[in-house]
T-cell receptor, first 112, second 114 residues
Framework: GNSVTQMEGPVTLSEEAFLTINCTYT??????LFWYVQYPGEGLQLLLK?????DKGSNKGFEATYRKETTSFHLEKGSVQVSDSAVYFC???????????FGSGTQLTVLP | DGGITQSPKYLFRKEGQNVTLSCEQN?????MYWYRQDPGQGLRLIYY???????QKGDIAEGYSVSREKKESFPLTVTSAQKNPTAFYLC?????????????FGDGTRLSIL
């Protein structure tokens, strides 16, 4: 079956630090990969996506590259801001599967 | 603006009571989903619907029921059979069932037991 493993949090960084949140996956077929962000008390917002190997998704300074050889989709940002504090979820959707399979989420706190 | 509206934002249930969570979308999406989120965990699928008048059980459907009478609406009923209903419930939709399409989420309903 499908599964997603994210690095455990919480992650605490100072403003302008470099961010990496690791995500690896197991899936049948060729999944599409997503990063979602959840701010306190809110639903999930799509941050970026990649639908095939070597695709790079990017949005708001965040990037992630679909690495089929390492089954990974790590999230990166060169310089984080306090406003980036949130929970980040890696997810995949594969073939005939109707739902997204989510990782457990990584809490990020950015200090001024 | 197009989007997904969930209501109410907060809901309280008494013992033995059924409660219904509303989800409406104006994105003209065919597919709709209900997820449950528990603290510190990822999301788990309760029910999904690919088309009007059709829906399928997800991983944790016991104690829940849904209907899909209109394309725009996918209400979730938490029945008294659901013994641990306290959670954050998220509704989502996507254009269609194909795997490269993202799901778009509402702002959620937080359900608590009185």
């Amino acid at each position: 079956g499908n599964s997603v493993t994210q690095m455990e949090g919480p992650v605490t960084l100072s403003e302008e630090a470099f961010l990496t949140i690791n995500c690896t996956y197991t899936a049948t077929g060729y999944p599409s990969l997503f990063w979602y962000v959840q701010y306190p008390g809110e639903g999930l917002q799509l941050l970026l996506k990649a639908t095939k190997a070597d695709d790079k998704g990017s949005n708001k300074g965040f990037e992630a590259t679909y690495r089929k050889e390492t089954t990974s989709f790590h999230l990166e940002k060169g310089s984080v801001q306090v406003s980036d504090s949130a929970v980040y979820f890696c997810a995949l959707r594969s073939g005939s599967a109707r739902q997204l399979t989510f990782g457990s989420g990584t809490q990020l706190t950015v200090l001024p | 603006d197009g989007g997904i509206t969930q209501s109410p934002k907060y809901l309280f249930r008494k013992e033995g009571q059924n409660v219904t969570l509303s989800c409406e979308q104006n994105l003209n999406h065919d597919a709709m989903y209900w997820y449950r989120q528990d603290p510190g965990q990822g999301l788990r699928l309760i029910y999904y619907s690919q088309i009007v008048n059709d829906f399928q059980k997800g991983d944790i459907a016991e104690g829940y029921s849904v209907s899909r009478e209109k394309k725009e609406s996918f209400p979730l009923t938490v029945t008294s059979a659901q013994k641990n209903p306290t959670a954050f419930y998220l509704c989502a939709s996507s254009i269609n069932e194909f795997s490269n399409q993202p799901q778009h989420f509402g702002d959620g309903t937080r359900l608590s037991i009185l």
